[in-house]
């Protein structure tokens, strides 16, 4: 029987005992202490209804993947695979739950928490978009779920909404076998969402080694790291410090999955640490896949084996009436704002290359930014800011917000080429990692070596001169477009913030500006035009 959990310092608590699948890899040692199975999701960001598969809202007569309704049956499928096998579960979360639709747009989290409670979820660590609404929105978030929300190097000792209700770490027991979960959030929260000046975020490592000091002090267990740091600062963890066994990985949106066509590789990594193989599994983001990694464990909590698979949330899986109608009735109120019409796109508008290189959606709101400013002669926007895509023909005012969710306004500044050439470089300067801060950009060009080191990325670039483009002057002073996120410093764009000869914030909404430009031009002006080239 699953037994409710309290937030505060150590906790433990039974698995509810039974799960799993295939054979397991690795040795049948004799004197398994336990048999068990993590059931695991990250990077959801409030995607209830699912998607298209190009990141569009739903369409009817299109094919539609992820929503929580299905992710529920999926939870329970992969649990009664599980249980049939004799195994405990834990249902884990990796964090960012938070940011990316009008569900917690409208909701402030009450969504999302909903849905977790329903799902029976077992621990989450904190993800950066936890903290866009500030403490306030979290310890509200925090207030209403019965699991453990977990983050050891978060401090807030100066921020008493939230005292008391974020642990370092959790203890959960199968019979006599500990495991115990470590959450970390990534260190550069703070330029990525909107923690405020009384939450801090410490050391990923110290913090680490100090959790996993604290549960070994209590006896032998099996060490599970979720981390929302994204899956290269995980291999650097796993390789760096002693006695993590796994890592439950998110932050980076990567599928790790053995056959799958999307997937960037395969399911675990395996990394040698300082005393012991460490596995990374990580489950793509939106609610497409579940992962399930089944785990054989040695008395002492060491890992003898391991299998599993990632489940793809397809139309194929059924959803669950219940969890349908929780997201219904919170959907309700939203119905009319979705449905608004702004315009048309001749294409479907995929935002997954947005953080990678060039993408069709980031041209369109650069543009769109650019176009709203007379006088402006660059548009710069995060890549990561760009939280779904657009729908191949009609367009509606739900499926702008769905793309910019946070709403941002128009911000304004001067500056000169040298700064908004570093401020390229800054945008860059997390590209392994999938970082939100790449640049999408318009009226200007550049191009960029992703293999060069972070500060030497940045190949060139030039700006628009009437028909043609003329490489950045250095020293000239260049009027610049941008969200008031990016401006203040957000995504590491301290040079909008302190080297800016003028700014101003206080702009139209950015959705309004997006939506009156596809009103206007349509969607058709966001194809690729080379403004930026990988070389």
């Excluded at 932050?251 to 395969?266: F, Q």
């Excluded at 993408?359 to 709203?372: E, H, I, R, S, Y």
Aim: hydrophobic letters at 40%; glycine letters at 14%.
């Amino acid at each position: 029987m699953r037994a409710l959990l309290s937030r505060r310092a150590l906790l433990a608590t039974s698995l509810a005992v039974p799960l799993a699948i295939p054979a397991l890899r690795g040795t049948r040692a004799q004197g398994i202490g336990s048999r068990v199975s993590l059931l695991h999701l990250n990077d959801f960001h409030a995607k209830h209804d699912g998607q298209q598969p190009t990141g569009g809202t739903c369409r009817e007569g299109r094919p539609c993947v992820g929503g929580s309704a299905r992710l529920a049956s999926g939870w329970s499928m992969l649990e009664a695979e599980a249980r049939a096998e004799g195994r405990g579960v834990l249902r884990l979360d990796a964090g960012d739950q938070f940011t990316g639709s009008l569900y917690h747009t409208a909701h402030n989290g009450r969504t999302e928490a909903a849905v977790q409670r329903a799902n029976r979820t077992h621990a989450m660590t904190l993800g950066n978009h936890e903290f866009d609404g500030g403490p306030q929105r979290l310890a509200d978030y925090a207030a209403l779920v019965d699991f453990p929300l977990l983050s050891a190097n978060l401090d807030v000792s100066r921020e008493p909404l939230l005292q008391g209700r974020i642990g370092s770490h959790a203890v959960f027991r199968h019979g006599e076998q500990r495991i115990g979960l470590i959450g970390l959030t990534t260190e550069t929260t703070p330029e990525a969402s909107s923690p405020g000046p009384t939450v801090a975020f410490t050391d990923a490592r110290e913090a680490a080694l100090r959790a996993i000091a604290a549960i070994r002090a209590g006896g032998p267990a099996t060490i599970v790291v979720l981390s929302h740091l994204g899956l290269v600062p995980d291999q650097r963890l796993a390789a760096a410090v002693p006695g993590i066994d796994l890592i439950v990985g998110g932050h980076s949106h990567t599928l790790l999955g053995n056959g799958l066509p999307e997937a960037e590789g395969s399911s675990p990594v395996m990394v040698d640490g300082p005393d012991r193989a460490v596995r990374i599994v990580q489950a793509g983001a939106y609610g497409r896949w579940l992962g399930r990694l089944d785990l054989d464990l040695a008395p002492d909590g060491r890992i003898l084996a391991q299998g599993g698979r990632v489940l793809p949330v397809t139309p194929e899986l059924a959803e669950d009436a219940s969890v349908a109608a929780l997201v219904a009735g919170y959907g309700k109120p939203l119905a009319e704002l979705r449905a608004r019409p702004v315009g048309q796109s001749p294409v479907a508008l995929s935002n997954s290359e947005c953080r990678k290189g060039e993408c069709g959606l980031g041209n369109l709101v650069a543009d769109a930014m650019l176009a709203a400013v007379p006088g402006a002669e660059v548009a710069v926007t995060n890549g990561g800011g760009l939280r779904a895509g657009l729908p191949q023909g009609q367009v509606s005012l739900g499926d702008v917000l769905e793309v910019l969710p946070f709403g941002n306004t128009l911000a304004t500044l001067t500056i000169r080429g040298s700064d908004l050439r570093q401020a390229l470089e800054i945008g860059l300067g997390r590209y392994a990692e999938n970082g939100g801060g790449f640049a999408q950009v318009g009226g200007l060009r550049y191009g960029f070596d992703p293999a060069a080191p972070a500060g030497q990325r940045v190949r060139s670039v030039s700006v628009r001169d009437g028909d043609g483009y003329k490489p950045l002057d250095p020293e000239r002073v260049y009027r610049v477009v941008t969200n008031n996120f990016t401006r203040r410093g957000g995504d590491g764009y301290t040079p909008f913030r302190d080297k800016a000869l003028d700014s101003y914030d206080n702009g139209p909404p950015l959705e309004d500006v997006v939506a009156a430009y596809i009103r206007l031009e349509g969607a058709s002006r966001s194809r690729l035009d080379g403004r930026i080239e990988r070389r």
